[in-house]
């Protein structure tokens, strides 16, 4: 099973840079996503990392240490449309050979002017 | 836009009732995954099917099932339903049957609301 860990809330001032981590127990490791949810929306994905290191998508970069167990999503130049909720979660292998993602609660990001 | 459909979008209904909820997934996609999710739960994992096959089963309770038809349409049905039904159902779908490449995308979701 997994255990995923985000904080709760986050505040940021727009045109800054946020980083919101995401730690995870897990006994079997396939990759890790980061999802963005605005309030009462479906998840939209914004990356995937399987290896360690950085992945960057634009204003969006994501980075993984497997050793550490251990991700952030880092957002550039925030924008009142980046509040959200962000939710990091964590591929681990069903019966059948499906790698379901188990996801965390979610850190809800709120950006003021 | 996704390109997953899901009917309805609301649904309101009382304890004990039947309900059923629809998604569509994206052109050639093949697996359909359901979720639920509510305030104090998160998003979990209830079922998937990949090609009209179940393929991986998570926290669903007995009174949920769920089918994907030829068309792959999805179908999740709900019963004798109890007021800590009342979440967001989200359906997503992938192209394959969800290993290491497979990405999911989500639907708009059905919000369920038992009275």
């Known amino acids: 099973g997994q255990n995923i860990d985000q904080p709760t809330e986050m505040t940021a001032t727009e045109g800054a840079i946020v980083q919101i981590n995401c730690t995870y127990q897990?006994?079997?490791?396939?990759?890790l996503f980061w999802y963005q949810q605005h309030a009462g929306e479906a998840p939209t994905f914004l990356s995937y990392?399987?290896?360690?290191g950085l992945e960057e998508k634009g204003r969006f970069s994501s980075f993984l240490s497997r050793s550490k167990g251990y991700s952030y999503l880092l957002l550039k130049e925030l924008q009142m449309k980046d509040s959200a909720s962000y939710l990091c979660?964590?591929?681990?292998?069903?019966?059948?050979?499906?790698?379901?993602?188990?996801f965390g609660r979610g850190t809800s990001l709120i950006v003021h002017p | 836009d996704s390109g997953v459909t899901q009917t309805p979008k609301h649904l309101i209904t009382a304890t004990g009732q039947r309900v059923t909820l629809r998604c569509s997934p994206r052109?050639?996609?093949?697996?359909v995954y359901w979720y639920q999710q509510s305030l104090d739960q998160g998003l979990q994992f209830l079922i998937q099917?990949?090609?009209?096959?179940?393929?991986a089963k998570g926290n669903i309770l007995e009174r949920f099932s769920a089918q994907q038809f030829p068309d792959l349409h999805s179908e999740l049905n709900l019963s004798s339903l109890e007021l800590g039904d009342s979440a967001l159902y989200f359906c997503?779908?992938?192209?394959?049957?969800?290993?290491?490449?497979?990405?999911?995308?989500f639907g708009p979701g059905t919000r369920l609301t038992v009275l």
């Open positions: 979660a964590v591929r681990d292998p069903q019966r059948g050979g499906s790698y379901i993602p188990t």
């Open positions: 997503a779908s992938s192209v394959a049957s969800g290993g290491l490449t497979d990405t999911q995308y």
């Open positions: 897990t006994s079997g490791f396939n990759g």
């Open positions: 099917y990949y090609n009209g096959e179940e393929r």
């Open positions: 052109s050639g996609d093949l697996s």
């Open positions: 990392n399987v290896l360690d």
